[in-house]
């Protein structure tokens, strides 16, 4: 089946240490999405990439960072500038690059944990 | 700046009321509009979209929503709660700024008792 992969559902980090996590699609997009999740805020966007090789900041990238070396896969790193990065993550992926109106494909999340 | 407002964090409704979660968007161009829905510790599904054409959408699971241009709204309705219905839903609006993403709402949380 086609679809988008997350791991880990669940990751605990220590203060100062970076931990990346792992997004993989076999849905043959081009588009693929970073959003941060926070009780009562909604989905804020991280970082997206239209093609490989080629990503953009979205609304708080501070203390993130990605990359895009494959079609299938966005990985993101959460540094330690990020100064408060307990949230639950999702990965998304689309063909908006060539048909707008279509819908985002969401994984089913990482949750980080600062311990 | 084109968005969308969700009113209201929580709504409870009884098994077998209607549900009625509302959602008012902000959009110079004619926007598309999507209903997610997230159960606990998962990802978004969609529920349905309005890109054009018909104003009224139905999705899965029985719900539907009404695009009304007059209002800005994009209502997301079901005549008769079911238990399993109790979830976060997700107004969303596609915003072109030189490549397309989606922009979400906070979200309302649904409620529903026996």
């Known amino acids: 089946d086609g679809g988008i992969t997350q791991s880990p559902k669940y990751l605990f980090r220590k203060e100062g240490q970076n931990v990346t996590l792992s997004c993989e699609q076999n849905l043959n997009h081009d588009a693929m999405y970073w959003y941060r999740q926070d009780p009562g805020q909604g989905l804020r966007l991280i970082y997206y990439s239209q093609i490989v090789n080629d990503f953009q900041k979205g609304d708080i990238a501070e203390g993130y960072s990605v990359s895009r070396e494959k079609k299938e896969s966005f990985p993101l790193t959460v540094t330690s500038a990020q100064k408060n990065p307990t949230a639950f993550y999702l990965c998304?992926?689309?063909?908006?690059?060539?048909?707008?109106?279509?819908?985002?494909?969401f994984g089913q999340g990482t949750r980080l944990t600062v311990v | 700046a084109q968005s969308v407002t969700q009113l209201g964090s929580h709504v409870s409704v009884s098994e077998g009321a209607l549900v009625l979660l509302r959602c008012n968007y902000s959009?110079?161009?004619?926007?598309?509009l999507f209903w997610y829905v997230q159960y606990p510790n998962q990802g978004l599904q969609l529920l349905l979209k309005?890109?054009?054409?018909?104003?009224l959408v139905k999705g899965i699971n029985g719900f539907e929503a009404e695009f009304k241009k007059s209002e800005t709204s994009f209502h997301l309705t079901k005549p008769s709660a079911h238990m399993s219905d109790a979830a976060e839903y997700f107004c969303a609006v596609s915003v072109t700024t030189g490549f397309q993403k989606l922009v979400f709402g906070t979200g309302t949380r649904l409620l529903v008792s026996p």
């Open positions: 309005y890109t054009t054409g018909a104003t």
């Open positions: 998304a992926s689309s063909s908006f690059r060539t048909t707008r109106g279509t819908e985002a494909f």
């Open positions: 959009s110079s161009v004619p926007p598309y």
